[in-house]
């Protein structure tokens, strides 16, 4: 069966109750007829606000974080039950940002996403080369990695998506080409065929993200192995109903 694609909206930390709830009225009808899933991952203090505003829409409100541990002594932290207990749906983990600035590593990617999925929350497993490893040849390998490491002992790697994101396309303009995207992530798929089964991996969402816009989404969404973007900073404003639209 073909993957139905999935538009995710990645606000990093962005956007207030007031411009929040505006930004998502104003998306609501935009979005009424997208064939594909369609998600805002928010600030965790937007989600009960955000849920509320995007309520009988298609657009599913997710978290851009979680912690490993099911609760307990981790101040400043978000269990996964907490963002259950909101209607949260999806998380993403392991965006490069955080692995840049906030110590994350294919080890607590590994943790928050077995917990993601032991609550029933749809992760979205960010990987990605820097320019100096593609550069360097070294995207493969460093693909690998994160995926052998972050997705040990999956039990059912259907459940989650994977977001390919070089890390010198994030917030830089500098589209990966259809092409480079095509084959880096048809490189993912074969890799997680290897960890997974080929079945598994065929039925695996894939997304592209870094810089990807209403201009490029076409294109990007045309490759047979791209299933969906998590997009950034056009997810701010209404070009997202362009992006979430690119089959009209
Ligand atoms: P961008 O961000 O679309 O602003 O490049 C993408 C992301 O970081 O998820």
Redesign the pocket.
């Known amino acids: 069966m073909a993957r139905k694609p999935f538009i995710a909206g990645?606000w990093k930390m962005n956007m207030t109750v007031e411009s929040g709830k505006q930004l998502i009225a104003e998306l609501k009808p935009l979005v009424k007829e997208a064939k594909c899933d369609v998600a805002l991952c928010v600030p965790a203090i937007l989600i009960p606000a955000m849920v509320k505003a995007a309520k009988g829409s298609k657009i599913k409100i997710g978290a851009q974080n979680v912690h490993f541990a099911e609760r307990g002594a981790y101040t400043g932290e978000i269990s996964a039950e907490m963002l259950k207990d909101y209607g949260v749906k999806y998380v993403i983990i392991g965006?490069s940002?955080r692995r840049q600035y906030f110590g994350e590593t294919d080890d607590t990617v590994n943790k928050r996403t077995l917990t993601a999925l032991a609550n029933g929350l749809t992760p979205i497993v960010c990987v990605g080369e820097t320019l100096s490893e593609r550069e360097g040849n070294q995207t493969e390998k460093v693909l690998d990695k994160q995926l052998t490491e972050g997705l040990n002992g999956v039990e059912d790697v259907t459940k989650l998506v994977i977001a390919y994101?070089p890390v010198w396309?994030?917030?830089t303009g500098k589209t990966a080409t259809d092409e480079q995207a095509q084959e880096t992530i048809k490189y993912i798929r074969k890799k997680l065929g290897k960890l997974f089964g080929v079945k598994n991996a065929n039925k695996v969402k894939i997304q592209y993200?870094?810089?990807?816009n209403a201009g490029n989404c076409k294109g990007l969404m045309a490759q047979p192995d791209i299933d969906g973007g998590?997009?950034?900073?056009?997810s701010l404003k209404t070009d997202f109903a362009t992006i979430v639209n690119f089959d009209k």
């Open positions: 990645n965006h940002e994101e396309a994030i917030g993200g870094g810089s990807m998590l997009i950034g900073g056009a």
